[in-house]
C-alpha cells in the first residue's frame, strides 16, 4: 500500500519559513513526478510546485523566488522548503506523486495534507 506522509507544517510569523517534508512508504519516488498543491478555507486546491522525475522544477507565480521544492529519491522524499511567509500562504498543503506514461495517467497518490498558518 502507497502512503505519502507530510509533515513539518505549523504555525509561523510572517517573514518566517518552514521546511515540509513528504515521505513515501510502499513504492520508489524516482519514477513519479511530485508536486506541492495547497488548499485554502473556501478555495480551490491549487499547485504550487512540482518537481519531475528527472528533476525538473516549476512552481506557482504567487510563490516563485520564496519557495523551493526538491527532492532525495535515495530517502524517498521530498521536500518544500518556504521562506519569506505570507499570511495568504495559509493553507493545508498536499504532496502528490503522479506516474505517467505519456498522455496517460498510471497512478497518482495524495498524501493527508499539513497545515500551515502564517500570521503574527
Known amino acids: 500500500q502507497v502512503q505519502l506522509v507530510e509533515s513539518g507544517g505549523g504555525l509561523v510569523q510572517p517573514g518566517g519559513s518552514l521546511r515540509l517534508s513528504c515521505a513515501a512508504s510502499?513504492?520508489?519516488?524516482?519514477?513519479?513526478?511530485m508536486g506541492w498543491y495547497r488548499q485554502a478555507p473556501g478555495k480551490q486546491r491549487e499547485l504550487v510546485a512540482a518537481i519531475t522525475s528527472g528533476g525538473s522544477t516549476n512552481y506557482a507565480d504567487s510563490v516563485k523566488g520564496r519557495f523551493t521544492i526538491s527532492r532525495d529519491n535515495a530517502k524517498n522524499t521530498m521536500y518544500l522548503q518556504m521562506n519569506s511567509l505570507k499570511p495568504e500562504d495559509t493553507a493545508v498543503y498536499y504532496c502528490?506523486?503522479?506516474?505517467?506514461?505519456?498522455?496517460?495517467?498510471?497512478?497518482?497518490?495524495w498524501g493527508q495534507g499539513t497545515q500551515v498558518t502564517v500570521s503574527s
Open positions: 502528490n506523486a503522479e506516474q505517467r506514461f505519456g498522455s496517460y495517467t498510471i497512478s497518482n497518490f
Open positions: 510502499g513504492t520508489i519516488i524516482s519514477p513519479f513526478d
